[in-house]
């Protein structure tokens, strides 16, 4: 059977036997020959199954940038010899793990999750009728993402039809018909307008006008050639989906396929943003939760475009263990964490693995390639269990390779993946996309898409594997190897039954391990809260807020009380406007100093500038503090609250966000 499927494979046919397409061309397919041979041996269980003959639709002049060239460049040995060490170190642990079933959802059931998912839940069900609600976000929405919207409100809609439901079931041209008939409609989704969308935003009493949003969005006159960014540019100030259906549709922009060496991979690099970067951590709760929604439907329109599906997955809910180490789902031992250190954001164990490893030196050749005894690692796992709350565990009877395996066991463990059950299979189809700029940009929007806890122990984990790459004159673990070792413990999944068969895991195996080698390599990226989002959210805001004060106009006149009138004009009024010349900012820090600094807008201030001037200042607490300890914060207008980068220029943000306050305070850790 194995001769059969390699000769098929080689030839770059369908295979006979095991009905799996291999897509990589001009492949050495000399040792897969005897990887087939030997696949009785790995069994790493992959959680979800894959159409890999599936291509990109015609018309589409893309070049297969992910895992087709990996072959090539990144040996699969590293791969295989980790999968072996975890099952034999499954194989040492008799405890029964329980399955992670995955629900097969019912035919449209999974585009009204989505749409719960998005925000967008009363577009349907019985609360449809309330669906102006929705008039403010849907309002914000590209071309594309109102597309992908559109997309699963018209078979939620025919799913309904088809169920005789008892409530009210709208037309999906409704919806977006009452958007653009809407006075505060943002963008009309039906005629062509520029890449630069630009807006007023609120208008105050004497007819002054608010800044102008650059979203990129809309259907966009001219696509790539109006673009002032070079192909290792990632540009986050137009949606992701509008740059691939341009891009679709001028064939133009085609990535070249990488070669061998880490320094191959596109040195990619985020141009200036003369109103700040936004880092994931910047902003308030209130405005990640928009993010989150735009986050998703972004995602979706991308793969939409690119002609991959996206499906989340829902695992069902299973008995896990409430105490503990190994096996316990990350927000139970945060809480565990949190009753001892008050704050923390990262499982300590996790914590105190890394420290270990690090502690005796990251030199050490073959540093997480090479594993711990599996009946050591078993005993350390059973020791840690009973001691490490009780703070009676010996370290120092911890080797580092022991530490390292115990680390890889503890993300294995977790009773749900590390990447999560709803979005492990979108990872993992990144390796599907046509180009690489576009699978850093599915990536960028997936991190926004993990739930916190899952995002920041992940963050931790690709800062430390990057230490360890730092290193890789002397532990010869470059980038290829880390990725290599560290695939099938991010990407197999203990709890989940596999269906796929173990040689189809070959192609999955390059694909997960050049994902895994994007999030390293790319991770500074990733962190990132793309400007075109941000924009979005500072529309919403906007909206919103000449929503409220429409209705409050609406209760005065009812009222006819115009002493309340008066008093609701000085409310409205902001520092800003009673005490501040124009031009000037006053910068505050209500929680360091009693003084306030009023700050003359030059066209080079930046932000870190500010922060400066103000801790050279000898009042309050101020002379305790570092830099690195306080930041400059943009709050209220139309942004809920920001932390901006020093590099952030004032003058610029200003205009963009001229109700601001502008507070100096620490940053939460």
Request: with cysteine; net charge negative.
């Amino acid at each position: 059977m194995y001769s059969k499927c390699s000769q098929d494979l080689e030839n770059g046919h369908e295979c006979s036997v095991l009905g799996v397409t291999c897509a990589f061309e001009d492949t050495d397919f000399s040792y897969v020959k005897q990887d087939l041979v030997q696949g009785s041996r790995r069994s790493g269980q992959y959680t979800m199954n894959h159409d890999h003959s599936k291509k990109t639709p015609d018309g589409a002049s893309f070049d297969r940038s992910g895992s087709q060239d990996s072959l090539d460049e990144l040996s699969m040995d590293d791969y295989w010899k980790e999968l072996e060490n975890i099952h034999e170190t499954r194989g040492n642990n008799n405890e029964e793990r329980v399955a992670l079933v995955v629900k097969e959802p019912d035919e449209g059931e999974l585009e009204e999750e989505w749409l719960k998912e998005a925000g967008l839940s009363n577009l349907f069900g019985e609360s449809s009728g309330d669906s102006l609600e929705s008039v403010v976000f849907l309002s914000t929405l590209t071309r594309t993402q109102k597309a992908a919207v559109e997309k699963r409100v018209e078979t939620v809609t025919q799913t309904m039809r088809k169920k005789n439901k008892q409530h009210q079931i709208p037309d999906v041209r409704d919806i977006f018909r009452l958007q653009d008939d809407s006075k505060g409609k943002v963008c009309d989704g039906s005629e062509p307008s520029t890449v630069g969308v630009s807006e007023n935003r609120n208008e105050t009493k004497d007819g002054a006008k608010g800044p102008k949003f650059s979203l990129g969005m809309d259907e966009q006159k001219s696509p790539l050639e109006d673009m002032p960014f070079s192909d290792t540019d990632i540009n986050l100030e137009i949606s992701f989906a509008e740059q691939a259906a341009n891009l679709k549709d001028s064939s133009v922009g085609k990535m070249c396929k990488g070669g061998g060496g880490d320094t191959l991979l596109p040195n990619f690099r985020l141009p200036k943003d003369k109103t700040g970067t936004t880092k994931i951590g910047d902003l308030a709760p209130q405005d990640m939760k928009k993010v989150y929604s735009l986050a998703l439907i972004e995602l979706t329109a991308l793969y939409d475009i690119l002609g991959t599906e996206f499906k989340q997955q829902k695992a069902v809910k299973i008995k896990t263990r409430d105490s503990g180490l190994f096996g316990v789902p990350l927000s139970i031992l945060l809480e565990q964490d949190q009753k001892k250190v008050p704050g923390t954001k990262i499982p300590l164990i996790f914590q105190k693995l890394i420290a270990q490893i690090e502690e005796a030196t990251l030199e050490t050749e073959g540093l997480l390639r090479i594993p711990g005894v599996a009946t050591r690692i078993k005993s350390l796992c059973q020791e840690l269990e009973a001691k490490f709350y009780e703070g009676t565990f010996n370290w120092e009877n911890v080797k580092q390779h022991d530490a390292a395996s115990l680390l890889k066991l503890f993300i294995r463990e977790l009773p749900q993946p590390l990447l999560t059950v709803e979005y492990l299979k979108a990872f993992q189809d990144v390796q599907n996309l046509p180009t690489r700029k576009q699978q850093l940009q599915a990536l960028n929007l997936l991190v926004l898409l993990l739930p916190e806890a899952n995002r920041d122990t992940l963050k931790v984990l690709l800062e430390f594997l990057q230490r360890v790459i730092d290193h890789r004159d002397k532990n010869k673990m470059t980038l290829k190897n880390v990725a290599m070792v560290m695939a099938p413990n991010l990407f197999t999944f203990h709890g989940l039954g596999s269906k796929t068969i173990e040689q189809s895991e070959f192609v999955m195996a390059a694909g997960t391990a050049n994902v895994m080698r994007f999030m390293i390599q790319y991770q500074k990226l990733l962190w990132t809260i793309p400007k075109f989002i941000v924009n979005q959210v500072r529309k919403q805001n906007t909206e919103s807020q000449k929503k409220e004060k429409k209705d409050k106009a609406m209760k005065k006149l009812l009222k006819k009380m115009a002493y309340d009138r008066e008093k609701h004009e000085k409310q409205e009024k902001t520092p800003n406007d009673a005490d501040v010349p124009q031009g000037v900012i006053r910068v505050q820090a209500p929680h360091l100093s009693k003084v306030s600094m009023a700050i003359q807008l030059t066209e080079e201030l930046k932000a870190g500038d500010i922060v400066a001037r103000f801790l050279s200042q000898k009042s309050g607490n101020v002379q305790t503090l570092k830099k690195e300890d306080v930041f400059l914060y943009e709050i209220g207008g139309n942004i809920g609250e920001r932390c901006l980068d020093d590099d952030t220029y004032m003058k610029d943000l200003y205009q963009l966000n001229p109700n601001a306050e502008w507070v100096i305070k620490s940053k939460q850790s």
